[in-house]
């Protein structure tokens, strides 16, 4: 069965500090990624996908994530967050017309 | 496009009532998800359709639950008879898909339900 494992719960950082979210899944056929942002009090919105060529992607607001089929792996990279960047982000997979959604990562930036 | 449009943006009602959610997709997606949303349980799927036809309602919580679309525009979630574990924001989505392939979901502003 299809599942996406994101490892961490909830993570704060300070501004300027690195950033990567894991995310995984299990799934044996061919998939499309995607991770998808929700700032408070909003509704989720597309923040990058991958579909084909490239496993690096990069996204709006300076996230970037690489697809790394080998470890099945699709795990979200800002160099340096800002203070707006706190958000739940979601990494989901879609294969076999099915879509799987991770629990979500709270993200609280410090200022 | 004004994106995918849900109302009622906020519903307070009193357990026992019926409650229905509106939603109105992206003109030209095929295919529409209904999701649940708290602090407890997180972001679930409840159902989604592709060109009109339920394909997964797995997610649904019990029978008090249904959801229909009756056309590629109009989509409804009703709750009968409400309960306050069913205070929730619920979101509906829209995409695209076809030919084993799913788009990016484009996700509405959600109905924010309160039952007391």
């Known amino acids: 069965a299809q599942s996406v494992s994101q490892h961490n719960h909830h993570v704060i950082l300070s501004e300027a500090a690195s950033l990567e979210l894991g995310c995984n899944y299990s799934?044996?056929?061919?998939?499309?990624l995607f991770w998808y942002v929700q700032y408070p009090g909003q509704h989720l919105q597309l923040l990058l996908k991958?579909?084909?060529?490239?496993?690096l992607v990069k996204g709006i607001k300076g996230f970037e994530a690489e697809f790394i089929k080998s470890k099945f792996s699709f795990n979200l990279r800002k160099p340096s967050v800002q203070w707006s960047d706190t958000a739940e982000y979601f990494c989901?997979?879609?294969?076999?017309?099915?879509?799987?959604f991770g629990k979500g990562t709270r993200l609280h930036i410090l200022p | 496009d004004a994106g995918v449009i849900q109302s009622p943006r906020h519903e307070v009602t009193e357990m026992g009532q019926e409650v229905t959610l509106r939603c109105k997709p992206i003109?030209?997606?095929?295919?529409l998800f209904w999701y649940r949303q708290t602090m407890m349980r997180g972001l679930e799927l409840l159902i989604y359709?592709?060109?009109?036809?339920?394909?997964?309602d797995s997610g649904m919580p019990e029978d008090r639950f249904s959801a229909k679309m009756p056309n590629a525009s109009f989509s409804t979630l009703k709750i009968q008879p409400s309960e306050p574990r069913d205070s929730a924001v619920y979101f509906c989505?829209?995409?695209?898909?076809?030919?084993?392939?799913?788009?990016?979901?484009?996700f509405g502003p959600g109905t924010r339900l309160t039952v007391t």
């Open positions: 989505a829209s995409s695209l898909m076809g030919g084993g392939i799913s788009y990016e979901q484009y």
């Open positions: 799934y044996g056929g061919t998939v499309n």
């Open positions: 991958y579909f084909s060529g490239d496993p």
């Open positions: 989901a997979v879609t294969g076999d017309d099915k879509i799987i």
């Open positions: 003109s030209g997606h095929n295919s």
């Open positions: 359709f592709n060109n009109n036809v339920p394909i997964d």
